[in-house]
């Protein structure tokens, strides 16, 4: 059974909005804003998508916040403070390979609790948040409390996202408990093993993780070779589990495939589908954002729909 399609499901992206400096020109970015323009430019349900985060009152910033409008998210509760907005220093070297350094106490760092926070939270049916954007207390509090003052039928979705030094087991493992859906990738996984004591191969730790954690879906990515999806029967049954290759395409840019794929599985869960279409499909979207470049391409008319 789908959704009812009168009524629109309120999706949130929570935490770092950052702009990528590279030599030549900056690109705007931020896991969970790539994810929150993703579930808006998919358009495969009736939605509003908001970005929760917090940017500087400077050039950059307010860049960001006409980037954001650009792709029909809601902008409200992107707040504006006196920290400058988040930029990564990206440097390539002589064999192609990135590095990156991010600035320190900018605007994301600093989220601010409001009503509006708490009424947006009350009605949300998905947020996604990360790591990163848990790196300063203020946002750590923040986006904890939202994310915990949802409803229990909402889909809080962790994709951990992990950025050295700006984790901890700690901060895993007061994240986890909070979330139902799990989105992490193959060099994710094994971190998560390590910092919950579980053992076996990947599928087997995805299975341990969603029985632990009581998870409605678990997502592992491995690149160019396939991902694997575990959710919950809602049966004593065992486990539904779809692994599937990843699609072949000509790769321009791999950034922002992940936050596609998760944009995905979530307006899929939200539209009640089967588990193989809705990962064919995630699938899909993400093999196109490969194919582009830029973190949040527009997708094709074609793909909306899945």
Known sequence: MTQDPTVKKIIVGLGEILWDIFPDAARFGGAPANF???AAGLKSIPAEVYMLS????????????QTIKDHGVRVETVQQNSKPTGQVNVTIDQHGSASYEFAADVAWDNLQWSADLANLAA?????CWGTLGQRSQASQNVI???????KPECLRVLDINLRSPFWNESLLKDSLPIANVLKCNEDELPV?????DMNGDDHSILLQLQQRFSLKLVALTRGAQDSILVRESGTIHEPETSQLPSISTQVVDTVGAGDCFTSAIVLGMLNDMRLADLHHWACQVSAYVCSQAGATPTIPVELNQP
């Open 36 to 38: 929150a323009c993703s």
């Open 54 to 65: 917090a940017v500087g009152s400077d050039s950059l910033g307010n860049r960001a916040i």
């Open 123 to 127: 009605n949300a049916d998905a947020v």
């Open 144 to 150: 904890q409390k939202f994310a915990s003052a949802t």
């Open 192 to 196: 998560l093993s390590r910092t919950f």
